[in-house]
């Protein structure tokens, strides 16, 4: 079993920052994936940046790419998620998930993930 924790959500105005974190705990998961997904009232799941702690790769969806950016503490077991110029379309629940499959490429859809956090609220107003 795999736990994680996420915190640092937050109300923040756009153009703001917020630095996302999601501690990790239970077994040995050096080959998994993590993502971070979001989720706004009335919507799916929506995949927005995964993270390999073997060889520390990254993989981001378009709405996010070179304002946020993932990364991982292999230590502190931290995968953290630093998010710059905030918009209010960023508004959402956003939860930590890791993947436990092997893949030649970052999953991208909530349902390939194994374990989840309980997720963190981060509003952004305009």
């Known amino acids: 079993q795999v736990q994680l924790v996420e915190s640092g959500g937050g109300l923040v105005q756009a153009g703001a920052s917020l630095r996302l974190s999601c501690a990790a705990s239970g077994r040995t998961f050096s080959n998994y994936a993590m993502g971070w997904f979001r989720q706004a009232p009335g919507k799916e799941r929506e995949f927005v940046a995964g993270?390999?702690?073997?060889?520390?790769?990254?993989y981001y969806t378009g709405a996010v790419r070179g304002r946020f950016t993932i990364s991982g503490d292999n230590v502190k077991k931290t995968v953290y998620l630093q998010m710059n110029s905030l918009k209010p379309e960023d508004t959402g629940v956003y939860y930590c998930?890791?993947?436990?499959?092997?893949?030649?490429?970052?999953?991208?859809?909530?349902?390939?993930?194994?374990?989840w956090g309980q997720g963190t609220q981060v509003t952004v107003s305009s």
């Open positions: 998930a890791a993947d436990a499959s092997v893949r030649s490429t970052f999953a991208t859809v909530a349902n390939s993930y194994d374990y």
């Open positions: 993270f390999r702690w073997n060889i520390g790769s990254t």
